[in-house]
C-alpha cells in the first residue's frame, strides 16, 4: 500500500487565472509539450500524418487515433523516463479525418472511410522515453500497438460464451472484434489497464423489434447508426461481415447467421496488459454492461476481496461497484501472467448498483438473482439467470432502485484513505418533475459536483459526502455551495485522479465545443484543479467539504485551449512528468512547434493530443 502523505504535503503553486487563449495555460515554471497527437506513426507501416485527411486506414492502425481520453503511465522497470503510456481514443471528428470529411455514395459509406474511422478509436500503446528533457514515442517498439473498433477481442465472465453473444464470427461466443468509443479508464493492482466502453450503444442499429434491453441502453432505432457503418455492408472487400455487424436487425435466419448478438459483445470494461504485446484483451462481462466512463479500485487490502468502482455517464444513471470473490493476495501483484489474475479477480464476483440516503449513508444493492425489487419479486424472477440480469445491467439497477445520478463520470480512489470519489459532471434536465435526491440536491445542475464515499468494512453500507459543488464564481449562494472564487470556480467536473501522494486532480469537459452555455464556460476554458483533500471523516457532516472556508485549496493547474475537453491523467512514479490530454481542440496544437502553450495560428485541422507537463527545475509538480 501507499505510504501516509507527508503531513508538510502542500501545493506549491499559485492558483491560475481564467483564460480564453488558444493555447495552453501552466503556472511559472511550468512547460507544457505536445506529444503524440492523432496520426502520428507508432511504427514504420504508417505515413506521416497528412494535413490534408490523407491518410489510409492502414497509416490509422499504425498510428495515434483520435480524441484521446482516458490514459495511464507503466513504467518500465520502476523508470520515471521510461514508460508504457496507454491512450484511449474516444470518438471521432469525421470533418476533420478525411480530406472532405464524410461522404456517402448512393446511400453508402466508402468502405476505406469506415475502416479508417473503425481504425481511428480504440486504444493505443506507445512506448515512450525521455531523452534531454523531451518525452518521444520509441518508434517501432515492440510494445507498440492498436486496438481498435475491429480488433478480435475475448469475452470472458457470465456473458462470454453463452447465447448472448454467438455470431457468424464467433459461433461459440466468447469472441468479439473491437472496442468501442473508450472513455474514461481504470488500472489493477496486479499492472494491466482498462479501457472503459462508453458511448458504444449508438453505433448499432436495430430496425426491427429492440429488446427492452436495447432500448434502455440507447442502441438506435434507425434509420442509421451514429457513423453509418452498417452502410458499407457488402462492399466487395467486406470482411465476414466487418460493416454488416453494426446492423443488428434480427433476419430470421438465426443468430449465427445475422449480426443480432454482436452488440451483446460491447459496453464493458475490457483489460489490457500493455507489458505483453501478443495478449489479446479481455471483456469483463460480470462487471456489468452500461455507459462505462472508468474504473477504479478500492485500496487493496490482503485477505479481502477487491473492489471496482464504475460510472455509468448519462442522465439519471447509476454508480456501480463490483467485489471480487478472491480476496486479494499481495503476491499477484509481481505475476506476469497478469490476464491470468485478472480472470481471477474480475470474472467472478458480485456487481452493486449505489443507493445513497439522506442521513449521509449509503448501501450497495447487489445485482444478483436473489435481490428483490419491485413488487416483492426477485431480479432472477424478472430477469433470469446472472448474463441475463448483467446484459440489462441498468434495468436491473431500475428495479432494485438505485439512486440516478447527475451523470456519473470518473471514479478515483484516496491512495492512504481509501476514500472513493466520483464526478457528477451535470445534468440539465433534472427539474421539478424529476425532483431532487440527497446525492444530487441541485435542480437544472449545470454546474455538476464531486461527490465522495467510504465504504464500511465486510459490509454493503457506506457514508458519503458531497466533496465541491460546481458554480461560477459570481453565483448567488444557493449555487455557489462551495463559495468558489474566480481562481477555482468550475463546472462539468469530469476526468478525476489522484496521484500517489495525495493530491487529487479535477479535470473539466464543459461543453465548451457546444457555444459557452454557462457561466464557468463563458468565463474560461476547460481546466485541470489540484487539491489535497481531507478525509471524509473530516468532513463537519453539513454542507460540502469544500466550503467558503477553506475553498482556496482548491487550486487552478492547467487551462486548455479553445473548444477542448481537458481529460485523462498520467504520472510517472518520481511525480516529475504530468500527462493529460486535450479532446477536440478546435485550432489547436500550432502546426510548427511543439510547445503547447504557443497560441495556435493555424490554419490546418485540429489533433487532439497528450501534453507533457514538467517544472523547468525538474522538481516534482504541484509541490
Ligand atoms: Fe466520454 Fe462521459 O465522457
Ligand atoms: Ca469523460
Ligand atoms: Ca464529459
Ligand atoms: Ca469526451
Not at 496486479?190 to 442502441?219: D, K, L, M, S
Request: aromatic share 8%; hydrophobic share 35%; glycine share 10%.
Amino acid at each position: 500500500p501507499d505510504p501516509e502523505p507527508p503531513a508538510k504535503l502542500k501545493l506549491g503553486f499559485e492558483s491560475l487565472p481564467t483564460s480564453m487563449t488558444d493555447g495552453c495555460v501552466v503556472p511559472p515554471g511550468y512547460t507544457a509539450h505536445v506529444l503524440a497527437p492523432w496520426g502520428t506513426p507508432i511504427n514504420d507501416n504508417a505515413l506521416p500524418w497528412d494535413q490534408n485527411g490523407n491518410n489510409s486506414s492502414s497509416d490509422l492502425l499504425n498510428s495515434m487515433g483520435m480524441h484521446h481520453d482516458g490514459m495511464h503511465f507503466f513504467p518500465l522497470e520502476g523508470s520515471s523516463t521510461e514508460g508504457l503510456l496507454a491512450v484511449n481514443h474516444e470518438y471521432i471528428d469525421a470533418n476533420a479525418l478525411h480530406p472532405n470529411g464524410p461522404t456517402l455514395v448512393d446511400g453508402k459509406r466508402p468502405a476505406e472511410e469506415v475502416r479508417k474511422e473503425i481504425n481511428a478509436h480504440g486504444v493505443a500503446i506507445i512506448h515512450i522515453r525521455r531523452d534531454q528533457g523531451r518525452w518521444d514515442i520509441v518508434q517501432n517498439s515492440r510494445y507498440n500497438r492498436r486496438f481498435t473498433s475491429a480488433t478480435p477481442m475475448k469475452l470472458a465472465g457470465p456473458i462470454g460464451g453463452t447465447d448472448w453473444t454467438k455470431t457468424p464470427f464467433s459461433p461459440n461466443g466468447t469472441q468479439v472484434r473491437g472496442t468501442n468509443n473508450n472513455c474514461g479508464n481504470g488500472t489493477t493492482p496486479w499492472g494491466t489497464y482498462i479501457t472503459a466502453e462508453e458511448n458504444w450503444a449508438a453505433c448499432f442499429v436495430n430496425t426491427g423489434n429492440r429488446p427492452a434491453h436495447q432500448q434502455r441502453v440507447g442502441v438506435s432505432s434507425g434509420p442509421t447508426g451514429r457513423y453509418q457503418w452498417e452502410t458499407a455492408a457488402q462492399d466487395p472487400s467486406e470482411v465476414l461481415g466487418e460493416f454488416a455487424r453494426f446492423n443488428v436487425t434480427e433476419t430470421g435466419a438465426g443468430p449465427t447467421e445475422d449480426w443480432r448478438n454482436e452488440v451483446n459483445g460491447f459496453g464493458y470494461l475490457v483489460e489490457i496488459d500493455p507489458y505483453d504485446p501478443t495478449s489479446i484483451a479481455t471483456k469483463r462481462t460480470s462487471m456489468g454492461r452500461f455507459a462505462h466512463e472508468g474504473c477504479a479500485y478500492s485500496k487493496p487490502e490482503a485477505g479481502k476481496p477487491l473492489a471496482f468502482y464504475s460510472g455509468d455517464d448519462s442522465r439519471f444513471e447509476y454508480v456501480y461497484r463490483f467485489v471480487s470473490e478472491a480476496n486479494w493476495d499481495p503476491k499477484d501483484a509481481q505475476r506476469t501472467d497478469r490476464l491470468a489474475v485478472g480472470a481471477k479477480y474480475l470474472d467472478k464476483g458480485t456487481l452493486y448498483v449505489a443507493r445513497f440516503n439522506e442521513d449521509g449513508s449509503g448501501e450497495w444493492l447487489a445485482l444478483t438473482g436473489t435481490t428483490v425489487g419491485k413488487n416483492g419479486r426477485t431480479l432472477a424472477q424478472e430477469f433470469g439467470s446472472l448474463d441475463a440480469i448483467l446484459i440489462n445491467t441498468r434495468g436491473a439497477a431500475d428495479f432494485v432502485g438505485a439512486t440516478p445520478m447527475d451523470r456519473p463520470e470518473w471514479t478515483a480512489t484516496h491512495p492512504s484513505n481509501g476514500d472513493i470519489y466520483l464526478t457528477l459532471t451535470n445534468n440539465t434536465s433534472r427539474n421539478a418533475s424529476t425532483g431532487t435526491n440527497p446525492a444530487n440536491p441541485r435542480l437544472n445542475n449545470v454546474n455538476g459536483h464531486v461527490i465522495r464515499w467510504h465504504d464500511e468494512a465486510d459490509s454493503n453500507k457506506f457514508k458519503w459526502d458531497i466533496f465541491v459543488f460546481g458554480s461560477d464564481a459570481g453565483a448567488d449562494a444557493d449555487t455557489n455551495l462551495s463559495g468558489l472564487t474566480d481562481l477555482n470556480q468550475l463546472a462539468s467536473p469530469d476526468g478525476l485522479a489522484f496521484d500517489s501522494r495525495g493530491i487529487l486532480w479535477i479535470q473539466t469537459d464543459n461543453g465548451i465545443d457546444g457555444g459557452r452555455k454557462n457561466n464557468v464556460a463563458r468565463a474560461t476554458n476547460d481546466q485541470m484543479l489540484a487539491v489535497i483533500p481531507g478525509a471524509l471523516a473530516d468532513s463537519t457532516g453539513t454542507g460540502p467539504a469544500i466550503n467558503a472556508a477553506n475553498q482556496a485549496e482548491l487550486r487552478r493547474f492547467f487551462v486548455g485551449p479553445n473548444e477542448a475537453e481537458i481529460t485523462g491523467f498520467a504520472m510517472t512514479p518520481d511525480h516529475t512528468s504530468l500527462f493529460l490530454n486535450i479532446q477536440h481542440p478546435s485550432n489547436w496544437p500550432a502546426y510548427d512547434t511543439q510547445d503547447a502553450t504557443v497560441v495556435s495560428m493555424n490554419t490546418v485541422r485540429p489533433r487532439s493530443s497528450t501534453v507533457v507537463i514538467q517544472r523547468t527545475d525538474g522538481k516534482p509538480i504541484a509541490v
